[in-house]
């Protein structure tokens, strides 16, 4: 089993920025790539962002890309998300998510973090 616990998410004005972390732990050698998936309220979860933890692998959403950028850092078994120039849109929960397989699928993640709320105001 793998554990994930997010930390970071809050409330922001839009333009402004936040920073999502995502603590690994548990059998992590056993997942390739981790990530995050986003479901804003009244919608279904959608993916937001992936990294693999070797070779470095990145994709984005394209509604993310250019303004959201994912690192790792190995030796903390820990994922980020730096979120700028954030829209009202982006208001949703972000989950963490890790896989033994690259996917950006939510029904083939194998793991998630119990979530963390980020809400932009206008």
């Known amino acids: 089993q793998v554990q994930l616990v997010e930390s970071g998410g809050g409330l922001v004005q839009a333009g402004g920025s936040l920073r999502l972390s995502c603590a690994a732990s548990?059998?992590?050698?056993?997942?390739?790539?981790m990530g995050w998936f986003r479901q804003a309220p009244g919608k279904e979860r959608e993916f937001g962002a992936l990294i693999s933890w070797s070779g470095g692998t990145i994709d984005y959403a394209e509604s993310v890309q250019g303004r959201f950028t994912i690192s790792r850092d190995n030796a903390k078994i820990t994922v980020y998300l730096q979120m700028n120039s954030l829209k009202p849109e982006d208001t949703a929960v972000y989950y963490c998510?890790?896989?033994?397989?690259?996917?950006?699928?939510?029904?083939?993640?194998?793991?998630w973090g119990q979530g963390t709320q980020v809400t932009v105001s206008s």
């Open positions: 998510a890790a896989s033994r397989r690259w996917t950006v699928v939510e029904a083939l993640v194998d793991y």
């Open positions: 548990g059998r992590t050698v056993s997942t390739s790539a």
